[in-house]
């Protein structure tokens, strides 16, 4: 069992930047798949990208495709999520997920047994 603790969400105005920090404790860091969901209110909760186990294969959802950046430190069991050129229709709460799968793919097609407790992004227009 793995244990996920975000961080870094909070208030932006349109165009700024954030940095997304997933720290995971417990079972090796390494063994997992992760990766990035968010819900907006009102939404269903959506994949933001996704990274594998050794942080080569990574993929990313059409609308933050170019505007975020996926990455992993295995010996230091945190995971990050970069997000620039920010827009409103970014705001929501992020989660970090991890598969028990070791394929960024594995992420993609909803194979996440493990999620973290969410952290709030709000863009401002």
């Known amino acids: 069992q793995v244990q996920l603790v975000e961080s870094g969400g909070g208030f932006v105005q349109a165009g700024g930047s954030l940095r997304l920090s997933c720290r995971g404790s417990g079972r090796a860091f390494a063994l997992y798949a992760m990766g990035w969901f968010r819900q907006a209110p009102g939404k269903d909760r959506e994949l933001v990208a996704a990274?594998?186990?050794?942080?080569?294969?990574?993929h990313y959802a059409d609308a933050v495709n170019g505007r975020f950046t996926i990455s992993r430190d295995n010996p230091e069991s945190t995971m990050f999520l970069q997000m620039n050129s920010l827009k409103p229709e970014d705001t929501g709460t992020y989660y970090c997920?991890?598969?028990?799968?070791?394929?960024?793919?594995?992420?993609?097609?909803?194979?996440?047994?493990?999620w973290g407790q969410g952290t709030l992004v709000t863009v401002s227009s």
């Open positions: 997920v991890a598969s028990d799968n070791h394929r960024a793919t594995d992420v993609v097609q909803g194979s996440v047994e493990h």
């Open positions: 990274i594998s186990w050794d942080g080569v294969k990574t």
